[in-house]
């Protein structure tokens, strides 16, 4: 419910009783004392497919997605390929109340031809624009029209548009039907089922007494299934993960292949209760009705008991919560939604219970003599959480981009300079990302494009990403954000080179150049930042570092398990991932040339680390922030031996050798016609991508492979055979 200018809009949402689909009812009052006209678009992103697949591949997954306009339904139609040859449907439509319905005078005649026209868009390039967000849609600010587009596009989206007119003091009903089925006919057909305010309001009635009768079999309370939703938001990562996570996290030793001994895959949630007594089995029999509840309404998890009873009680105990979890109920089958497992306590190592602990979504544990409700309060004042929400604002420069002479085959938005060596991107809003991949032959390193953004990676793209990746062509997310003053530098221009890009600025009391490189033989990467002071006073600049860290393959599948601390000895913030199944023993290090005096820990994956640097009047300084990964070094009181700070002049030593190190690797062949295009592509650029991204980094922007393919690699070292056979002879 909310209130904008005097017109009320409240929103009701169902499911249908007897279909896969959402309905909504969107009623807009106006409460003012004149008639308005009122816009109506709808917004949402298609998958079609298992969460997994978005995370893993965004614009692969939306590849598959068909879209097509059904005018006789008004409605949009989507569809994907599903298993042996069938494909799966899903429906949009956006309709309205007829005006003719409320009232006969004049002036409704015109509103209601208005709302009958239909506008609806598949595309979200096209809705939301290059490097914009839903917060400033280009369709939107741009006060434009939906495109219409239809068929395949690689981020589909399901939108639609009508405008109604809303007499004063009157109110008018919105309805948005979303729905799922294995046949089109389906969709159609159920379309034909919901048309006016009629059909709407016996769908919310419906869906209503159902869920009193289901509630009433069910013989639960009110309390117990309002106990039940507060659990069910961390199955979803939404809460908090309580102020001693961290501390469980330092002492897990074990991953999920740890749980295959007593059955358990892991893949699913799981919620873990320990019950210390026959006494306490009220609690267990608790837990067991939650997990009915969430079976029902189609949450899926695993209930593990550790029976930690006295020897005398304990067979009993195993008994009654086998007997309970065994029990058929006529409200919930069981199914695919989990089982439940009772372990024998005295069965687990110290290290199998951590693990259990270190994997459960929620711990409950009988002996405290306090009810869930209680322990689950515990966790709501918890001061550490999954994700950072706040959004910084840009810091524009002076100039959005600057004109350029003497760059070769520009195209309004870069050319090569430096006789091919670099490409210079002058208008940063490119209409793709363009990109840079640096990497080194220890499969250490990162893609930036030219606003900055991108991710690192290392030992394997894939499989340890140590920031986040995406390939959302829209956004160009960036897992790595620069701060100036709070505010997140974007540049007016880039400089793409071999084994290192450059990024610059010019606002109206400072300057601000970015190298960003990676180490020739080390997993280490830099920002290095030169920072000049264009006014006659002083000036006290506050720079910042914000990594949003993933080490594994996706954020929603590490979060939970990111153990960070803070070693003052080495002024670094040590993140490693205790549930990793390969690198679970590998450091993040995240540090700074200079002393880090603000540290953000509130949040498992993102983390901001910040200083202050003093200008003087006309000053430059040049400072730097380091991401590297080294093996755990055991006790942090060795830490100090085990890494060597670093300072600007090793930086720019090592910026020196990362030259020569390409100079050399790309100087083996060179290529004079009389196409320069030709001659820079070939000459240097092909054979840098061949090593960079397709041997070293194995990953590129729209995809992160890590791995080394038989057939990719064997054409891929082809391109070496002239300037490095040795290495082509070793990788074939």
Known sequence: LRVDDGVETKTEVTVLKDRSAELRRVTFTNSSGQDVDLE??????????????????????????????????????FSRPGD???????????????????????????????????????????FLGRGNSLRHADIIESRRTLTGTVGTTLDPIMSMRRRLHVAAGKSVEAYILTGYAKAREQLLHLTEQYQGSVDVEHAFKTASVFNNMRTSLSLLKGSQMRLYCSMAKYMAQTATLGNDRNALLAKNTLSQSGLWRFGISGDLDIILMEVDSMEHSGHAKEMLRAFEYYKVHGLYLDLVFINDAPEGERDGLTHFINGMANTEHLWAEHSHAGRVYVLNGSDITDAERILLHTVARLAFNTSDGITLAQQLRRLEVANQRYQDKIEYPVLKPRKEFRVWSGLEFYNQYGGFDRDGRDYVVTNTNTPMPWINVMANEQHFGCIVSSTMAGFTFANNAQQF??????????????????????????PATARHSQGWSAFDAEYDDLTVAVRLFVACDKPEKYYQIRLTNKTEAHVDVRLDMVYKLVLGMCEEQTARYLYSEWDEATNSLLVRNVYHPIYSNQVVRLTATEPLTDISLDYTNRKRLGFNVNLPAHGERVVAFIISVDKEAGARENSESAYQRLDVPAIDSEFDRVVA????????????TPDRSFNHMVGRWYLYQVYASRLFARAGFYQVGGATGFRDQLQDVMSLLYSDPAYARRQI
């Open 661 to 672: 190190y390409w100079d050399d690797k790309l100087s083996a062949i060179q290529v004079e």
């Open 40 to 77: 109506i678009t709808t917004y949402g992103e298609v998958l079609l497919a298992p969460a997994v697949e978005d995370e893993n591949h965004r614009v692969f997954a939306g590849m598959k997605v068909l879209s097509e306009y059904d005018a006789e339904h008004e409605a949009l139609l």
């Open 465 to 490: 990403k140590l920031t986040g990746w995406s390939n959302d062509i829209v956004r160009d997310n960036a897992s790595e954000m620069l701060l100036i003053n709070r505010h997140q530098f974007l």
């Open 84 to 126: 042996h040859g069938s494909r799966r449907y899903m429906l949009h439509k956006l309709w309205t109340e007829k005006e003719e319905l409320r009232t006969k005078n004049d002036e409704s005649a015109f509103a209601d031809k208005n709302s009958s026209i239909i506008e609806y868009e598949t595309s979200r390039l096209k």
